[in-house]
């Protein structure tokens, strides 16, 4: 190995990134984080750049997708991961980033945090992962919704949209149809005081566009907090290609540099780590399963609010849910409920079965009762695998259901329509099923606990490769229903923590 760039070498800026970087700079570890993507960000950028970007992306014609992934930052973000990272989709929409901050700069920043039962086929315990929870929580900033009409303003809120108020407040007055649905307040990582740097949301709704004023969690923000320490250093339009062994780690990157450490940690997201690892494990015919989360989106309209206005609130989720569909610990979806009024009109108008302009009317005088539920399955419902390509690097990632998903679908559909039914809400058509890989919750590439050349140790550790570590969602080793990025966060916090005790020798 030539010199050391660093003690350790982070690819990737994204969440995973910065969650493993404070941890070692706090122990006094040299850290050099490689990014791909460059400082110039959406937040930087005038509203109307935001909305109908810099080349008017947004007067592209709606691709069926969801809103979110149509924005100009967002179509920017996922195409240059497309052009450049030699992986496709085949029935999968690969979801990823090449940019500073990575997919938090388009997240829609729900959290939950797993519990004992969620992590019980994992080799970890619950309680360094509460630690990281607690540590993570800290320092991205994280509110409830709530009524403030009708509850005392306590602790970190923001308030509920006038349609959600009004849905939860008639969940609270009757009993599920379901004993196991429940239906709450969402939890979001949008901060409701100010911080330095970063003011408290101000319910305009722009949310969809990014978040000018920083009120949304982004990983690009810890960066400044990063770069302030002089054991940390990062370099933008970095991109990774290669990775080599040599009594340590060798980094080759596009523009022909390299850079070497005793540990490497991949935070690069689950299909840029496994594009990185293409050469060094033996993905073969077979391919590497991949667990994403079947999503379903079903708009829904509440009559008791039609052609009352809706009120100041953020658009991310407003209520969080989650309802039981079988007897394993695992067997329970979450979902959200957004109210739409903020959203573009045509992305509405599009999925309604009515003409352009009785849709865009329709929109108009209904927008405020108007809602929209997305619903996850956990990572045992998607059949999905990223196989290698015979000849050359690129990779392909086919994307499927578990076997009698469909069944299992339309039985949830039955029994969420009781609860949609008690809250005084009607479905509208217009329910559809996202192709996988939409949902951008992926896992278990390389599971923390697994024997074998995919398997990884409980420091994200390569059972083939000593000394490459990987801190992204592909090493947890299940994956449930719930939103994933608070997790991915508090493993790699924890697994950093750990990697600070050791020795600054290589693993070779
Ligand atoms: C529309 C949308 C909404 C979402 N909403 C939610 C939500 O509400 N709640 C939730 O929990 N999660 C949500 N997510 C998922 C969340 O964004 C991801 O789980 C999270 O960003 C993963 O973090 P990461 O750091 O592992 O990867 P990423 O965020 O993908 O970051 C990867 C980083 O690696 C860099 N990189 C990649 N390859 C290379 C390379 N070869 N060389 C150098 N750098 C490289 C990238 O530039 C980037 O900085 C959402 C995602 C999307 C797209
Ligand atoms: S409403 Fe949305 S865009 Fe505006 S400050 Fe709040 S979170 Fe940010």
Redesign the pocket.
């Known amino acids: 190995m030539k010199t050391p760039d660093a003690d350790f070498i982070i ?7 910065v969650s493993a970087a404070f941890p070692l700079i706090a122990a006094g570890r040299r850290v050099l984080m ?4 460059t400082d110039a960000g959406s937040e930087d950028e005038s509203r109307s750049a935001r909305v109908l970007g810099r080349n008017l992306e947004s007067l592209r014609a709606d691709d069926g997708s ?1 809103p ?2 149509q924005t100009p930052v ?1 179509r920017g973000i996922l195409e240059r991961f497309r052009r450049e ?1 030699e992986i496709t989709g085949d029935r999968f929409t690969p ?10 700069n ?7 945090y797993l519990d004992a039962a969620d992590i019980l086929g994992w080799p970890i315990d619950i309680d360094p992962l509460q630690r990281s929870y607690e540590r993570i929580s800290q320092r991205i900033g994280i509110s409830t919704n709530a009524d403030l009409t009708s509850e005392a303003d306590s602790g970190s809120v923001l308030p509920l949209g006038a349609a959600a108020a009004h849905v939860l407040h008639r969940h609270k007055a009757a009993k599920p149809a379901d004993g196991s649905f429940r239906l709450f307040p969402a939890v979001n990582a949008i901060l409701s005081e100010a911080r330095p740097g970063r003011a408290a949301c101000d319910l305009r709704g722009d949310c969809l566009y990014g978040c000018p004023s920083g009120a949304i969690y982004n ?1 690009r923000q810890d960066l400044l907090a990063l770069q302030k320490s002089p054991h940390f250093r990062l370099l933008d339009n ?4 290669s990775l080599a062994s040599n009594a340590g780690w060798t980094i080759g990157t596009a523009d022909g540099s390299s850079f070497s450490a005793p540990r490497i940690i991949l ?4 299909l ?1 780590t496994a ?2 690892l293409a050469d060094l494990l033996p993905i073969g015919e077979r391919g590497l399963r991949l667990l994403n989360s079947p999503t379903l989106a079903i708009p829904l309209l509440s009559p008791a609010r039609l052609l009352r206005s809706a009120t100041a609130t953020h658009s ?2 407003q209520l969080g849910l989650s309802l039981r569909y079988g007897e394993r610990a695992s067997d329970y979806v979450t979902g959200a409920i957004y109210e739409v009024s903020s959203l573009p009109t045509q992305s509405f108008v599009n999925r309604m079965p009515l003409g352009r302009k009785a849709g865009r009317a329709a929109f108009e005088t209904i927008a405020g009762s108007l809602l929209v539920a997305t619903i996850y399955y956990p990572g045992d419902q998607s059949r999905s695998y990223i196989h290698r390509e015979v000849t050359g690097k690129d990779m392909t990632v086919r994307g499927g259901f578990a076997d009698g998903f469909d069944i299992r679908a339309k039985d949830l559909k039955r029994r969420l329509r009781r609860e949609w039914k008690r809250l005084g809400l009607v479905p509208l058509p217009g329910a559809s099923l996202a192709e996988p890989g939409v949902d ?2 992926f896992a278990g590439t390389l599971p923390m606990g697994a024997a074998g050349p995919f398997g990884t140790s409980v420091d994200g550790e390569l059972n083939l490769h000593p000394g490459l570590h990987v801190v ?2 592909s090493i947890l080793p299940e994956l449930s229903s719930k ?4 997790t ?1 966060m508090a493993n790699a916090d924890r697994i950093a923590h750990r990697l600070a005790e050791m020795e600054a020798n290589p693993a070779l």
């Open positions: 690819v990737g800026s994204g969440p995973a990134g490689l990014d791909a993507g969801s979110k992934l967002a990272s979801v990823a980033s090449l940019a500073r901050g990575g997919l938090s388009i997240w829609g920043a729900q959290i939950s990983s970095v991109r990774a290609i935070a690069a997201g689950v840029g594009a990185l991310l989720a951008a919750h992204d969602g939103y994933i990025t608070m991915i």
